[in-house]
């Protein structure tokens, strides 16, 4: 096969010179230094009286808590299926409201039916890619665990990591799977010490690590060319006369 003379002299006529740009390290950097503690959103995918993800996820809390974050659990007791109400229903506002404080978020999920549970799913699938210009779980880190009855897997984390990077959220490369979970908490709902909770720990100072590491840093790290050249007022009346909002 031919290969192009090295180095390329046949240009980008394809690219859009106003919209690219170079990333530099120097940019890289918090333009405004936060003085506020990391915050984070956790949500749980149970309704049951003794559920093991919320046990989890309080386990998560206290860790993030001693670590000094912020932290906010989310109860999805009450909160429509989607497009069962509309999103000024009060318990869907809370939600979108707390993903929009967060900086970082846990996930928690029992496995049901080898994969993460409906109740998880609707809490996810109520939180837009896009409201205007907000985005409310864009640039956040994401932390992904899960409870099983049975033996360990990991299908609904997997699940999990799949709906963090659709949601364009930094999910960080560890994660928890505890098996059996009804022998792994005590009858107060405290995680019992052992390899798996220190997995737990684990997660969680990674978690805390990379939401030091990107808040404040967000929204250049997840500038994108496409999303830019989508800006332009050309492109967006483009777009709305596509859809029927506007005449060409």
Not at 136 to 146: E, S
Not at 149 to 154: V, W, Y
């Amino acid at each position: 096969m031919d290969k192009p003379q090295q180095p390329f002299l046949d240009g980008m006529p394809n690219l859009s010179e106003a919209h690219f740009e170079v990333p530099k390290a120097e940019r890289v950097q918090a333009s405004t230094p936060l003085d506020h503690a990391p915050r984070f959103l956790i949500l749980y995918g149970s309704l049951r009286e003794r559920s093991f993800s919320r046990f989890l996820a309080y386990e998560a809390a206290r860790l993030l808590e001693a670590m000094g974050g912020e932290v906010r659990l989310y109860h999805a007791h009450g909160l429509p299926l989607p497009d069962d109400a509309t999103a000024d229903h009060p318990k869907v506002q809370e939600l979108r409201q707390l993903s929009l404080w967060s900086e970082g978020q846990v996930w928690v999920s029992p496995e049901r039916h080898g994969n993460l549970t409906g109740v998880m799913k609707s809490q996810i699938d109520w939180l837009p890619l896009s409201e205007g210009s907000v985005r409310p779980t864009q640039g956040r880190t994401l932390a992904v665990m899960q409870v099983s009855g049975g033996s360990q897997s990991f299908n609904a984390v997997n699940s999990l990591r799949v709906l963090g990077r659709w949601m364009r959220m930094i999910t960080i490369p560890n994660q928890s799977s505890v098996p059996m979970a009804y022998k792994e908490f005590d009858d107060a709902g405290r995680m019992k010490p052992g390899l798996l909770y220190d997995r737990v720990v684990d997660v969680c100072e990674e978690l805390m690590k990379f939401t030091q590491l990107t808040r404040g840093r967000a929204d250049y790290l997840v500038d994108r060319y496409s999303e830019r050249k989508e800006l332009e007022p050309e492109r967006l009346r483009a777009v709305a006369a596509d859809v029927g909002f506007v005449k060409r």
